[in-house]
């Protein structure tokens, strides 16, 4: 697998998955485009980094036009919460579909009208092996990330026969120090690990993956 001189944007970039996935994008040989709402002063000092809301359409709109050619978007921006459904008063509720929706759709309004101007391209959004289907107190995120998969799906018949590419993976429990944290009695030798997990974003964005299109592929580890 190579994505040898491939212009990604990468989307929750300062986030623990958005390092490793810059990290196995450069291993592969793609030159990363740092998107997210602030870095630190000394996160990636040899990469082109964008900061900004991508809830603002018009401020994602005026990034992505300084951006240049992009040959991937890797979505990976977005946010997880655990609440009654039945609570109107949840604030969740609005969250999860700003931090994963609205994001999204943000960025894909801008970066599609660049990649059908190259004629290719390739999108990989995040959804949830635990929004395929409803789980107790995740009504808002598993309802959030069912749209992510629906938009995937939607999208990619839109854009299939224009070279563009647009799939989502579905992790499990990513093993990051937030989960082990906030789950100190479960094991996390049977969740996702990190790097695994992209490793299949930065595959569905080679050129090995070319005739996958609306796939939302299940990554669970042993969970």
């Not at 809830?55 to 992009?70: F, H």
């Not at 929706?101 to 894909?108: C, G, I, P, Q, Y």
């Not at 990989?124 to 629906?150: D, F, I, P």
């Not at 996702?192 to 964005?205: G, M, Q, R, Y």
Request: aromatic fraction near 4%; charged fraction near 15%; charge should be negative.
């Amino acid at each position: 697998m190579s994505l040898s001189g491939k212009r990604i944007v990468i989307t929750g970039a300062a986030g623990g998955l958005g390092r490793t996935v810059t990290a196995v994008a450069r291993q592969q040989g793609a030159t990363p485009l740092l998107v997210d709402l602030a870095f630190p002063d000394d996160f990636a000092p040899d990469l082109e980094k964008f900061a900004f809301d991508l809830t603002d359409a018009a401020a994602t709109a005026r990034q992505v036009a300084g951006m240049g050619r992009i040959d991937a978007l890797f979505n990976l921006a977005g946010g997880f919460h655990m609440g009654a459904s039945h609570d109107l008063a949840d604030p969740g509720w609005d969250a999860m579909f700003r931090l994963n929706v609205d994001t999204l759709r943000s960025m894909v309004a801008a970066v599609v009208p660049v990649m059908l101007g190259e004629g290719r391209g390739v999108i990989v959004n995040v959804g949830a092996l635990g929004a395929v289907q409803g789980q107790a107190n995740l009504g808002a995120y598993g309802a959030a990330k069912s749209v992510v998969m629906r938009l995937t799906e939607s999208l990619s018949a839109e854009l299939r026969a224009q070279g563009i590419n647009v799939n989502a993976v579905l992790p499990s429990i990513i093993d990051t120090p937030a989960n082990r944290r906030d789950m100190p009695d479960a094991d996390p030798a049977l969740w996702v690990a990190p790097e695994d997990l992209a490793n299949v974003i930065c595959f569905l964005a080679s050129d090995q993956a070319r005739a996958i299109h609306g796939a939302l592929v299940p990554v669970r580890g042993l969970s």
